[in-house]
């Protein structure tokens, strides 16, 4: 018991984190302008592009606002967001893969501060993620 206790703090920690992070995240605009820049030095007008990453930032910040709450998902809800979690804007959607080497700390900072950021914390969501399926099964063992 003592073990899962321990395994509860630390991802109690960890979301805690997250919950900041997402915090400080609401407080910055989406990078439209560092989008535009990108799109217009590959000649690619796709509006594409902003609406699938609003998209992907979006599931990330949902995720993350969860906070404490997310230690009472089930099997299922854990699935669900890992599955969602396990790739990288870039790995998610490959058609934009030639845009990605436009992206850069000197070219577009607010957009790649903000792709840093949703990485960091999408990271960190699979990490308690493993950590909570892995206290779940053991728990389904004890059960059975």
Not at 39 to 67: C, H, P, R, V
Not at 83 to 97: G, M, N, R, W
């Amino acid at each position: 018991m003592k073990l899962n206790n321990m395994l509860n703090n630390h991802c109690q920690e960890k979301l805690e984190i997250l919950k900041t992070l997402y915090k400080f995240d609401s407080l910055h605009r989406f990078p439209s302008e560092d989008c535009q820049k990108v799109l217009e030095a590959k000649k690619n007008q796709s509006e594409d592009f902003m609406f699938e990453l609003i998209s992907y930032f979006s599931t990330i910040a949902g995720y993350s606002s969860w906070g404490k709450r997310a230690l009472r998902w089930n099997i299922e809800q854990i699935s669900t967001a890992e599955k969602l979690l396990e790739k990288s804007f870039f790995e998610a959607y490959p058609k934009f893969e030639n845009l990605k080497q436009t992206v850069s700390e000197k070219n577009t900072p607010k957009l790649y501060n903000q792709l840093l950021l949703h990485d960091l914390m999408r990271l960190t969501l699979l990490d308690v993620i493993s950590e909570m399926k892995a206290s779940k099964q053991k728990q389904t063992v004890l059960v059975n």
